[in-house]
């Protein structure tokens, strides 16, 4: 046809005759379009157009028909507004030549509604089709073809609204009139049915669906052949019905069949194959086979994009597909990146509130669901859930897909109600859209299934899931995906009821379905496996578990590679199991897998990485490193509480799992206080009949057990018990555990008659669920064992120890702690027997298992955390994860009665016998107490009892008179602002004061204190369980901790005692410490006669303490002070109550500062709040109000309350500036505590109402700091008495009182080894040396306590600059004398010189610091490292150049004076401010201390010399583009300028202003001061991480700092709204056009 057409052209080109000519492009534009060559097409149209409008002036019907020509071409490429414009001006003409009735103006209206649909407004698509069929009724009569296409076109709108019924009303009207009009085989007619068999797909109706595409296939076959594009079209729709199905092959091959048709017929890049390609993607990403999906799609995209151009609504589509395929895949940041995309072109195509940009929305809410973002999915799906709104009305199945998918949010928040409310909505609009057999109702009832099975009403579960099967069933056949997932979620069901043969049972059938109905390489087949493997975990089938949890991974693997989330969920759960084998290292291993592929693809605060945290701190609780498994748990807690808020049920288990280490820590205490925690949440969450709340309340029966509350045990049994039975079946595990505790109790309680019969209950359902081979069984066989050891029937004993022990080597546990326990036990038995040799025997076995794990108290694990695997599949929620928190039952260590006769007797010696006894009671007493010690240094620890309490704010506001008045001390006359505290020459002042009674304490007393309350204890517990077993006459077996106290003329040596205690049970609280004895011993003996004499009958003391802080000139040093500051202290600032927050800062002689009161709290509130990483909250019990604060705590206070006359003006000045300051920095609301306390502290007010005043303020005040610091997290730390003692040995800061305390070893220690400035290898050595060194991780944490004490400053901040600093005083005053502010050093006139140009330029040289640091005789090496401590922390920043290093330069920008000249810029051509900052209620405010690291960070960016300054400004001179950049500071922005000479040669200024564009467009210097602000904050801002800095300019009508948002205009992308409410006005940005700026920048 083309080749004719070109003919015709050519002969009608020669005759001249234009009509021919525009009618033979006409035609071969329609040849065109039907080949998919929509440019070509449109080319051709146009051209006829041309010569139309030249032959008809009047714009007659042939000029309308290429309008219409045209429109067509636009709306096929989805430029509907366009087509609009073209339809509409053939309407015109058309209306003009034949009024408002004819069947051209009906067709014209048919065109436009085509358009409408395609643009989702379905309303106005329909109106636009009634417009047109109620011309053709009057004009063409009831039966004719045009009027069947318009009932069509209605049943297709129809048909997308989700009005079945409706649709398939106007398709039967259609198929009537062409059935009368056309016959019973057109091509028209298969078209009918062919768009009835879509409806029959889209209602579910699948059968009724192919039956219709059958017809349809018919007729084409018949009338159009087997090779055309209708045949191939019918084809894929079979096989997308056949997809729904779960008929896979079928529906590729009939994919492929349509493929090979369209190939053979149409050109290669026709967009009908693209939709092939997209089918057949589909069909590959169901199979699980993602990479041949994506490479479907990509196929898809390419041929689009030739055929389509790059903005077309079928490109958006297409990138949806590839999003769902990246999600499937858990390349989450890639299907963000493509959603993204789609987006884009369909809100530039179609508008903001088209179908398709709901689909997009609720695509990005899945994969911010999958990323644990939830609050963000929540967002995208309202959003979506709005678009659907208003454009397919209230009862819409896309809308039911939004609720539900809303509701598995809410499900995975713990929010179960809320979900199953979400689910009920989908529901109705299902059943009144779909009716109630569809598939999309059964996945509904599946999903509320889920939800009930979490809140353990496992008949409602059941319940649903059967109703979802019968729907099943009779919709989709037997043999289908969707059947299998419900058999899968039935067995999940009957899992955690305990059936577990039930549970494989429904996996079998579920994996019978998959492997017929899926590729044996499924993701879904992996995720059975993997739940197979949990149910053989819970068997206690360990091998059989391991082996499962292998064939899912080698299938995910294949799959997905080794960086997806199931892969860590998978390594999970095999960690699980190799806890529970004891194969600890194995199962850590497990986790850091788990934990590296999920940090590489989620962020680090998704909950799956909690729970993996949650994992590995088990296993540590297994392993007895409590202090690790704590950390894990703290860690899991903290992204928990991030995801979920405060109280969902992943939280309640966290807490009992940190439970379960606190009760086997034995801090009862804790563990009753952080179960209660538990169970709060759990009863708000769960309700009081849920398993885990059983769980929770058996955890405290066993907390009380312990203690001997033995009626308040059986109480909480009793609890656990009835929920247990009421929510489980009867024969559930749980409830086996529960009579097993009991029979404990009874057990202790001499009952052992009761115990046996509680114990046979219990033994009697695991048998019945679990087998007679279950790891658990060993538990109950043992404590059976234990019954009779109690009551002397050893034999009996025995034979049940045998039992236990067999299953355990059976289960393939031969090296598990709870074997070397048992068989410990069977040697006490022996032994009582008397048959020793067998006793020797198996106790040897006990202690191989216990030297292999290194473990010996295994008494009362817990339970490990599993995690169900979980299935990629649309109508499946992600499979529940389950936490269990219980500790198992009570392996309890046998302790049995013994003869009198078996005990050793203590010998008569040639002394007399007063002696001997004088003499062992003397030696023995020391012998007891240095034991205590060594042991302590293993082992020992108490709570932390001090914490730092800063006085900060703005200069010359009376902090230091506050804090004298505070710590009860004399005020002083006429202070100097840098000596404000006393009239010594100290930089930092201390006060340490108890916080229970204000008394001064000395902080070296303090930590001695709590080093001989440790060793006390030590020596106490020793001395009870002595006594007890003296009592009792009960024998044990155990590793000697003590010395021999029955031989008292050979008292053994500290040696011998360290080798001893060196076997001894490791720490709960710290790692074991190496001991060599030859080179510790004696320093050890040393420490032990330096602290001795005081340690006899010392009572523990509970008291809290204080080290309060002022720092002398801090508020003019402030910005030098970051290493001095720290998260775990708590600040008083203080502000001058008779100046406003908006005044400037007054000096003592009354001079304004170039800085307010506010800008000055700005700088305290966000150095001390901005800079802290801790991230934890606390609730703090003020005056009788449990409130929560942020940390750290700032408290407000005033001064200068002698100058206020009126006390309530006062009050209402304080709150105005509260106000103020909140308002500035809302951000900080939570950390700051308002005390409203206003101090008078004027020394020469020392009046009886006066003093009154200001004790009540203090006592106030002390109340207020005692509620904060009792409720602290840090005040609640073990600290290990190593700490303690290298805290004392590293104490050099000189106390005010009862100094009287060193002694001359550890003052031989301090002189020769300690020095003010040391390494951290320094200081490790010193330790190593001293037996004071447990591991890396607690050096560094120690070393972090101290400097959180203020005691040392530990520098971390690069590998090159790891330092600690032991004399903080001594830094401060080098820190002074390098950067002297208010004062110019005496020296010569060159040293005078330098100081006027080091504050005019903030340049300063190697020799001016040479010179101010001589006084403090440093050496080389000491004064590089001080310099670099400084660069560390960006105090001063070393100016490359080639000079020589006597002569470096180096800039400290903090030397300015505020009165330094500002640039003269009268001779630049200047450009507009670029802002570079963020938004004030992310950051409200920039410190100057993160302005000037920018600068010193652009110096060495820049490497530039000829840098300038003044106060908060710098000029930088970049010498190759000949201009300069100006950096200044404006609150929570950085300004940014270029200038560049003014010449008077306009050829040189042009050339000159060519060079700078260039630069700038190339080098974009405001990107890299916008990375290194981003970077600056992040590193020393870190409670800000989150926060982006962004580009601002200044309105040009409010005159306010707009955001440079995206261009608004697409002709004048420098047109900017301004964003300030009471403005948005447009502007135009010079800003943007001097910067050049460009989309990509403007969107980041």
Sequence with gaps: ATAYIDKALQIADKLQLQDRIAQY??????????????????????????????????????????????????????????????YEKSLKILLSLFGNIHPRIAKMYNNIGLVYSHQ????????????????????????????????????????????????????????????????????????????????????????????????????????????HPKIASTYSNMGSVYQQQGKYDDALSLFEKSLKIQLSTLSDNHPSITATYSNMGSIYQHQGKYDDAACMYEKSLKIQLLSLGDNHPDIATTYNNMGLVYDHQGKYGDAEYVYKKSLKIQLSTVGDNHPSIATTYHNMGQVYSQQGKYDDAVCMYEKSLKVQLSTLGDYHP???????????????????????????????????????????????????????????????AECMYEKSLKIQLSTLGDNHPSIAITYHNMGLVYSHQGKYNDAVYMYDKSLKIELSAIDDNHPSIAATYGNMGNVYYEQGKYDDAVYMYEKSLKILLSIFGDNHPSIATTCSNMANVYQHQGKYDDAICMCEKSLKVQLSILDDNHPSVATTYSNMGSTYDEQGKYDDAVSMYEKSLKIQLLAFGDNHPSIATTYGNMGNVYYHQGKLDDAISIYEKSLKIKLSTLGDNHPSTSTTYNNLGLVYSKQGKHDDAVNMFKKSHKIALSALDDNHPSIASTYGNMGNIDQHQGNYDDAEWVYGKSLKIQLSTLGDNHPSMATTYNNMGLGYQLQGKYDDAISFYKKAAAILMDAGLPNHPTLATIHNNMATCYDLLNRHDEATKIRQKSDDIRNDVQQLDVINQPSATLINQSQDTAQQQELPTKANSNPDLSNQQASNPSNTDDQDRIQQSPYQINDIYLYCAVALKEKQYFAAYVQALQQGSCKNKVIRAMFTGPQYVGKSSIMRVFTQQQLVNSQDATQVVDQSDKMVHLKVYKIKDRTTYNLRRIWENNIQEIVQLQYDNHIKNQQISQSTYQQTRTEPLFINEDIPNDIQSTAEILQTSSTATASPHTQTAPIDNSLISQNYRDFFQYYFPSWINKTADDSQYAKIWDFGGHSIYHVTHQPFLSSNSIYILVFNINQ????????RDGQSLNITYLQSMQEWLTSIIGGSDNQNKMIANIDDDQVEYSLPVVILVASHGDEITNKQQGIDHFIEFERELRNTMAC?????????????????????????????????????????????????????????????????????????????????????????????????SLAEDLGLYGSSDEFIAMLSYLHDLGEIIFCRKSNDCEMVVTDVDW???????????????????????????????????????????????????????????????????????????????????YLLRPDVEQFDLTQYDVSEILYIGYENSDIPYIPDGIYYCLLSSCLKEWNNTEVELYYQCAKFYLTKSCHYIIITKDNSHIGLQ??????????????????????????????????????????????????????????????????????????????????????YKLFKSQTAIDWMFYDQERKD
């Design 25 to 86: 492009l006409d035609r071969r534009g329609k040849i065109k379009r039907l080949e998919g060559d929509y440019d070509s097409a449109l080319l051709n149209y146009k051209k006829s157009l041309k010569i139309k409008l030249e032959i008809d002036k009047n714009e007659g019907l042939f000029i309308s028909t290429s309008y219409n020509n045209i429109g067509c071409i636009y709306n096929e490429q989805g430029k509907y507004d366009d087509a609009l414009c073209m």
């Design 120 to 227: 989702g407004k379905c309303d106005e698509a329909v109106s636009m089709y009634e417009k047109s069929l109620e011309i053709q009724l009057s004009t063409l009569g009831n039966d004719h073809p045009s009027i069947a296409a318009t009932y069509h076109n209605m049943g297709q709108v129809y048909d997308a609204q989700g009005k079945y019924d409706d649709s398939l009303r106007m398709y039967q009207k259609s198929l009537k009139i062409k059935l009368s009009t056309l016959g019973d085989n057109h091509p028209s007619i298969a078209a009918t049915y062919n768009d009835m068999g879509n409806v029959y797909s889209h209602h579910g109706k699948y059968n009724d669906a192919v039956i219709m595409y059958e017809k349809s296939l018919k007729i084409h076959l018949s009338t159009i052949g087997d090779n």
């Design 398 to 460: 896309h809308i039911a897909d939004t609720h539900s998918s809303m509701g598995s949010v809410y499900d995975r928040q713990g929010k179960y109600d809320e979900a199953v409310s979400m689910y009920e909505k989908a529901l109705q609009i299902q059943l009144s859209a779909l009716g109630d057999n569809h598939p999309s109702i059964a996945a509904t009832y599946n999903k509320i299934g889920t939800v009930y099975d979490k809140q353990a009403k496992y008949d409602d």
């Design 1140 to 1147: 406003n927050i908006h005044d400037k800062v007054l000096t």
């Design 1228 to 1324: 900080y609301n939570s950390n700051i505590y308002s005390s409203r306390f206003i101090f008078n502290c004027n020394p020469n007010d020392n009046s009886q109402t006066t003093l009154v005043e200001r004790e009540q303020c203090s006592l106030r005040l002390h109340e207020i700091m005692k509620s904060f610091v009792e409720s602290l997290p840090f005040m609640c730390n073990p600290i290990p008495i190593r700490w303690y003692i290298m805290a004392t040995i590293l104490h050099t800061q000189t106390d005010t009182i009862d100094d009287k305390l060193a002694s001359s070893f550890i003052d031989q220690i301090r002189a020769t080894r300690v020095r003010k400035l040391m390494t951290i290898q320094e200081i490790q």
């Design 1371 to 1453: 830094l401060l005053h080098i820190f002074r004398a390098i950067i002297q502010l208010h004062e110019c050093p005496s020296g010569s006139f060159k040293i005078q010189s330098l100081y006027e140009e080091a504050s005019e330029t903030g340049k300063i040289s190697t020799k001016y610091i040479d010179y101010v640091l001589q006084t403090y005789k440093l050496d080389n090496a000491t004064k590089n490292s001080i310099i670099s401590l400084m660069e560390a922390y960006d105090i001063l920043c070393t100016i490359e150049s080639d000079n020589d290093e006597d002569d470096r330069q180096y800039f400290v920008p």
């Design 1538 to 1623: 270029y200038c560049y000479q003014k010449l008077d040669f306009p050829a040189s200024t042009n050339s000159i202003m060519s060079k700078v564009k260039t630069s700038i467009y190339e080098n974009r210097p405001h990107n890299i001061v916008k990375e290194k602000l981003s970077s600056l904050m992040n590193e020393r801002m870190s409670k800000f991480k989150r926060a982006i800095a962004r580009y601002y300019t200044r309105c040009k009508r409010c005159n306010k700092l707009t955001l440079i948002e995206v261009k608004n205009d697409p002709q004048d992308e420098n047109l900017i709204q301004c964003q300030n409410r009471k403005c």
